[in-house]
């Protein structure tokens, strides 16, 4: 995976040349992802990361996300959807929030992420995921306007609710409150811009 080719952009989103994910990471380059939240009129869906995931095992995140290969368009990312939750969705189903930029800085790691940013509107029981465990760990949902509160500073825990699959290949029902300290560390900007752009669609 660390030698997965990126596409590597300049500062005003001018493409400057392809490096692996390892360089991209390690020098700072800012590359592409894409992003899909699925929310409906009540909920907003989370997956829990792996325990195997090098960046940030075990945290909350978007519903599927990953990098764009340099050979990829952005119509190519739905199908991280399928591959990490089990759930086929076509590209003309999403709505799209356009690109927000975004950079987490930690120790000898630098990810500055070009987002293509993108709606999925789903009703789908939980029953219905079926997760890549190399990728996720588990499927949550939580209250929109509860997570608004959370990442607009209005509340310090939001419940959520949903199952994740042990060591045992089960899945174990979770249900219980979380604080931003749960979740991967976007910056608050970004979680804001998202939930207002969803707000907008709901």
Excluded at 132 to 138: A, L, Q, R
Aim: charged letters at 30%; one cysteine or more.
């Amino acid at each position: 995976m660390e030698t997965e080719q990126l596409k590597i952009f300049d500062d005003h989103r001018k493409q400057i040349g392809v490096a692996t994910r390892e360089e991209v990471h390690r020098k700072g380059y800012w590359h592409e992802a894409f992003h899909c939240w699925f929310v409906n009129d009540k909920s907003i869906y989370l997956q829990l990361r792996s325990d195997k995931k090098k960046d940030y095992p075990n945290l909350f995140d978007i519903t599927a996300a990953g990098h764009l290969l340099s050979h990829e368009t952005v119509q190519d990312g739905v199908r991280e959807i399928e591959e990490e939750v089990g759930i086929k969705v076509l590209f003309n189903e999403l709505l799209p929030l356009g690109v927000i930029d975004y950079c987490i800085t930690k120790e000898n790691f630098i990810d500055k992420e070009l987002a293509n940013v993108f709606v999925y509107k789903c009703n789908l029981p939980l029953e219905h995921f079926t997760i890549h465990e190399e990728e996720v760990s588990g499927i949550v949902t939580a209250k929109f306007h509860d997570f608004s509160e959370l990442w607009f500073g209005e509340k310090e825990t939001i419940h959520i609710k949903g199952f994740k699959i042990d060591n045992s290949g089960n899945r174990v029902i979770l249900n219980e409150y979380v604080g931003k300290d749960h979740f991967v560390p976007h910056e608050i900007d970004f979680y804001q811009t998202v939930i207002r752009n969803i707000a907008e669609l709901l």
